[in-house]
């Protein structure tokens, strides 16, 4: 990684650059169980989501900053990562420190402002890699007041559109208690 990334920025780039698969949650494991479709999740600072159907929520440790990662139960190239601060300008600094990387890893970005894609108005940075079959990475900022998150989606997608169908339920669905 570069020395500009710092903290969580590193390893959230860390887990989707490095093309490593994300830890799973044990099925089995009565501490950490999967939820059913719909079903809310509270994670750290009172941020809650719901987990799309057909996805997996990864091991309990994840790197400083990340309160939620999940994987598509049939691929784990797919990834949803969340990253949790205390203002926007800390998602929207996030979001470009991250892009930057993903930009030096031979990804194309775009900053796109209040983009519509999945919905409400939102930044987003849309990055895409000129090898056939790679994944395509995005990255949403979220504001909740005096709180944001950064979400980080790994998915398969010619385009923006193309990812809407996971991203966008999921976007709606955070919000903080």
């Known amino acids: 990684m570069h020395r500009f990334l710092r903290g969580p920025v590193v390893l959230l780039a860390a887990l989707t650059l490095a093309g490593c698969g994300l830890p799973r949650v044990a099925v089995s494991d009565a501490s950490s169980p999967s939820p059913g479709p ?61 892009a930057v990387g993903i930009a030096r890893q031979g990804g194309v970005c775009e900053r796109l402002h209040d983009d519509t894609t999945f919905g409400a108005p939102r930044p987003v940075v849309d990055c895409s890699f000129a090898t056939p079959g790679a994944p395509r990475k995005v990255l949403v900022g979220v504001a909740g007041g005096e709180r944001s998150a950064m979400v980080l989606a790994q998915l398969d997608g010619e385009d923006l559109a193309d990812t809407a169908a996971v991203l966008g339920p999921f976007l709606d669905a955070v919000a903080w208690t």
Do not use: H, K, N, Y
């Not at 809310?40 to 057909?54: A, F, H, K, N, Q």
């Not at 996805?55 to 939620?68: A, H, N």
């Open 38 to 98: 719909e079903e809310r999740v509270t994670v750290d600072g009172g941020l809650s989501l719901v987990v799309p159907d057909g996805w997996e929520p990864v091991g309990d440790e994840l790197p400083d900053g990340v309160v939620f990662a999940a994987t598509a139960a049939d691929d784990d190239e797919q990834q949803l990562i969340v990253w949790a601060g205390d203002a926007e300008v800390g998602s929207e600094d996030t979001m470009l420190s991250v």
